[in-house]
């Protein structure tokens, strides 16, 4: 394998896969990424099973090849150079050799047959997805995702289509976080290819579609239990979570008595004080709503007396 790329465009495609590859004990493999040179083109790939990711990076290539090696050594050999010069990477007998300027060195690799094949998509039904609104109605509720697997339906964010609705909702049985989009906001085009579907998206999936930056829609599709996102010259594929996911709106009440309208900065700095005297034996934070106020309080245990914070309403 040989080939010419500059510093940016390596840094770049490995920031696409990175955090995906992670130790495994049965596949040891698992830890690496794999480079391949083919049709011209230059590919990254990382996968730990659950998500895998192939990017492509413009790169002029002389000779195709392809090899495995550990991300975490290449990364920051490319992070310690400064400047946008060209890279020369060339393999041979599995060891991986790059120079930039002044700087060499040679990394041990692996046979690329080892490395487990990412599925992909068979066809091009790709319905296109707001990016910036996916991730704001992600964000909104994957921290409410149970991490306990006893239940792993419940350890993803349910994501589904009811009529012109998108809903997004998680829970760990103790919490519940929802939000609603209208479908025609976030799906652009294609929306037919997710009618009246529900999915349930792993929390890894969840946690990496926060981190694309792109200015363009993202790509998805749905199929053979898999999910599919495509953006730029990216394709990520990932195991979607089997199982029913519970009829968690039967627990959202259909009305009030009492709301109340403060300001979040507010409530914020409220809840960070509490948690800060909050005692291990009771991690209880009791709110009372009187005259236009609320009085937030939790016991502190050993470490003081009751401690108390008013909000204006």
């Known amino acids: 394998m040989k080939i010419t790329c500059t510093l940016?465009?390596?840094?770049?495609?490995?920031?696409?896969?990175e955090g995906i590859a992670k130790g495994n004990i049965s596949l040891p493999i698992l830890e690496n990424i794999l480079i391949e040179a083919k049709e011209g083109i230059l590919f990254f790939?990382?996968?730990?099973?659950?998500?895998?990711?192939?990017?492509?990076?413009?790169?002029?290539?002389?000779?195709?090849?392809?090899?495995?090696?550990?991300?975490?050594?290449?990364?920051?050999?490319?992070?310690?150079?400064?400047?946008?010069?060209?890279?020369?990477?060339?393999?041979?007998?599995?060891?991986?050799?790059?120079?930039c300027g002044s700087s060499k060195t040679s990394i041990n690799g692996l046979d690329a047959s080892e490395f487990p094949i990412i599925p992909q998509k068979n066809n091009d039904s790709f319905f296109?997805?707001?990016?910036?609104?996916?991730?704001?109605?992600?964000?909104?509720?994957?921290?409410?995702?149970s991490t306990n697997d006893m239940r792993p339906e419940l350890t993803g964010v349910i994501f589904q289509k009811k009529e012109d609705i998108i809903c997004f909702a998680a829970?760990?049985?103790?919490?519940?976080?929802e939000s609603k989009i209208n479908s025609q906001?976030?799906?652009?085009?294609?929306?037919?290819?997710?009618?009246?579907?529900?999915?349930?998206?792993?929390?890894?999936?969840?946690?990496?579609?926060?981190?694309?930056?792109?200015s363009e829609d993202i790509l998805c599709s749905v199929e053979d239990s898999h999910f599919f996102l495509r953006f730029g010259n990216t394709n990520v594929t990932a195991r979607l979570?089997?199982?029913?996911?519970?009829?968690?709106?039967?627990?959202?009440?259909?009305?009030?008595?009492?709301?109340?309208?403060?300001k979040k900065k507010d409530l914020v700095e409220a809840m960070k004080i509490m948690?800060?005297?909050?005692?291990?034996?009771?991690?209880?934070?009791?709110?009372?709503?009187?005259?236009?106020?609320?009085?937030?309080?939790?016991?502190?245990?050993?470490?003081?007396?009751?401690?108390?914070k008013f909000l204006q309403t």
């Open 45 to 99: 790939s990382a996968t730990n099973l659950e998500i895998g990711v192939i990017t492509q990076v413009i790169a002029k290539v002389e000779e195709e090849g392809s090899i495995v090696i550990t991300p975490n050594i290449l990364q920051g050999f490319l992070n310690a150079i400064s400047g946008n010069d060209n890279v020369f990477i060339s393999s041979e007998s599995n060891i991986l050799s790059l120079q």
């Open 128 to 145: 296109s997805m707001d990016l910036e609104k996916f991730q704001k109605n992600l964000r909104s509720v994957v921290s409410f995702a």
């Open 171 to 177: 829970t760990d049985s103790f919490r519940l976080g």
């Open 241 to 262: 979570i089997d199982g029913v996911y519970p009829d968690y709106t039967q627990i959202i009440p259909t009305s009030t008595n009492t709301n109340i309208k403060l």
């Open 8 to 17: 940016e465009h390596l840094k770049d495609g490995l920031k696409k896969i």
């Open 275 to 308: 948690l800060v005297f909050a005692s291990q034996e009771n991690q209880d934070v009791v709110f009372e709503i009187s005259n236009n106020k609320i009085k937030i309080t939790t016991d502190a245990g050993e470490r003081g007396g009751e401690k108390q």
């Open 185 to 214: 906001k976030i799906i652009s085009s294609n929306e037919e290819l997710f009618s009246n579907k529900s999915v349930i998206i792993p929390q890894k999936l969840s946690n990496y579609i926060n981190k694309i930056s792109s």
